[in-house]
Structures are given as structure tokens and as C-alpha cells.
């Protein structure tokens, strides 16, 4: 014998917006594991619409490209006056060589890219 499940409302969501943003990006919870726990909270729901609400939230594990180039700047120009850089990306903070690390990654190669001033 099969039972039937509501669909979540909009209102169900937001109630759980703050826990689902908390385990996913603070404590680093894996989608299937997040699953498992709305369930158990009384939000019967899939992956898939998991995925869909992180990405109408804008909650992502990864940073792009482009975005990376950006924090190089700002630190850049941060060390230029003899700061220190913290980053903090939806709520977590990242650690300095994952930082370094990230930023080699995603440089720009191109040889203009080279005579480029700060921005």
C-alpha cells in the first residue's frame, strides 16, 4: 500500500530556508544526506527540487570563474594598503590556501592580462 504525500508549499520552504542554508553550505551536508533530513523534519521532498530551490536561492558550493578574478582584485588592493583578507561566501568562511589555491586556478592567461591595472 502506497501513501500519499503533499507537495511542499512555498510557506513550507521559507520555514526551512534558514536549516537547509545552514547544513548546506555552513556544515557542508550533501544533497542526499539534506534530503534525508527534511524528510525526517516532515518535508517530503526529492532531489530534484532540492537542487531547484538551491539555485533560485543562489545557494552554491562553488564559486565561478569570474568571481574568483573579482576577490583576487579586492585582495590585491587589500594588501596593497597592508590589510589582511578575510573571504566569506554564503556565509562560510574560507581558508587562506584554499583561497591562494582557487585564485591560481581561475587567473586569466591571456597576455593582456598581464599589462592589466588594478580596477
Not at 536549516?19 to 550533501?30: A, G, Q, T
Not at 537542487?51 to 545557494?59: A, D, G, Q, T
Amino acid at each position: 500500500m502506497s501513501t500519499i504525500t503533499s507537495q511542499p508549499t512555498e510557506g513550507d520552504w521559507l520555514d526551512r530556508k534558514d536549516l537547509i542554508r545552514y547544513e548546506y553550505l555552513v556544515n557542508d551536508r550533501s544533497l542526499k544526506d539534506l534530503v534525508i533530513l527534511l524528510r525526517a523534519q516532515g518535508l517530503h521532498t526529492t532531489k530534484g527540487q532540492l537542487e531547484y530551490r538551491l539555485r533560485n536561492w543562489n545557494f552554491s558550493k562553488n564559486i565561478d570563474k569570474e568571481t574568483w578574478q573579482y576577490v583576487k582584485r579586492k585582495i590585491r588592493k587589500h594588501q596593497d594598503k597592508g590589510k589582511d583578507s578575510d573571504v566569506i561566501y554564503c556565509g562560510k568562511v574560507w581558508k587562506k590556501a584554499k583561497i591562494t589555491k582557487e585564485i591560481n586556478r581561475h587567473r586569466r592567461t591571456d597576455i593582456m592580462a598581464r599589462f592589466e591595472t588594478y580596477q
